[in-house]
């Protein structure tokens, strides 16, 4: 049963089928993304999206089914599940539950709001993954900072993960790509080379303080010609 309903709700593959949740009978805008079929309200589109909302407004030749059941607007190169989410997020109250989204599902949805410039989408899902402090949200900060080509949240995102000085499992290593592994990596390495490098200053400064002021073999002087017991080294 849980299989056959998987299936049911795994839009990649299987025939084009109306979504089983956000398909309205009242909606205005019918659009296909893979092989889920959504039927909509037009204006919430054009709300938080401006590219929609400019192509939207296009007046229709007469005759265009573009947009109807006959005729969906197809989104192509987009995922279902992430529509499923933004769509979910904009019908439901999401953003006022703190928490409600993980990160994951945040970066889900990210790469469409910011395809289809939903700015006000896009801003606050970055902020929510900027005040993460665990290593997986930094992690997903990384990822946000290349969805959106942000080299100011990049960095933040690089500093706080190397203030860290932990090291990143294989998955977050996939996940960031080689240039922050490395970044991360190296700073480790630095950070080690330093401490043995003062160790060994450290010894040598002792070493050479016991050569240059040794004790005075009559006493317990540390000079060359000792005042103590008035005998020279």
Known sequence: MEDAQSSATDYACGPPRRHHSLY??????????????????R???????????????????????????ERPLVMSGDSAASWELLLGLQYDIT???????????MLT?????????????????????????????LVDLIVASRIVDSDELYQDGLQRLLSTKSSP?????????????HAIMKAAADAAIANVTSD???K???????????????????NWFCGNCSHGM
């Not at 309205?24 to 309200?41: C, H, P, R, S, Y």
């Open 43 to 69: 204006s919430l589109l054009a709300r938080y999206s401006t590219a929609l909302r400019d192509m939207l407004s296009v007046p229709s030749v007469e005759g265009n089914k573009d947009g109807t059941d």
């Open 24 to 41: 309205f009978e009242d909606g205005t805008l019918v659009m296909q993304v893979e092989n889920a079929v959504f039927k909509i309200q």
């Open 95 to 105: 953003r006022n539950r703190p928490g409600a989204l993980k990160g994951e599902e």
């Open 109 to 137: 949805i990210l790469p469409i709001a910011h395809k289809y410039c939903m700015d006000e989408i896009e801003v606050w899902i970055v902020e929510q993954l900027k005040v993460t402090s665990s290593y997986d949200g």
């Open 169 to 181: 499992t294989l998955h977050q290593a996939k996940r960031m790509g080689v240039e922050v592994t």
């Open 200 to 202: 060994l200053e450290a």
């Open 204 to 222: 040598h400064s002792k070493a050479l303080a016991a050569v240059v002021n040794p004790k005075c073999r009559n006493c317990h002087g540390q």
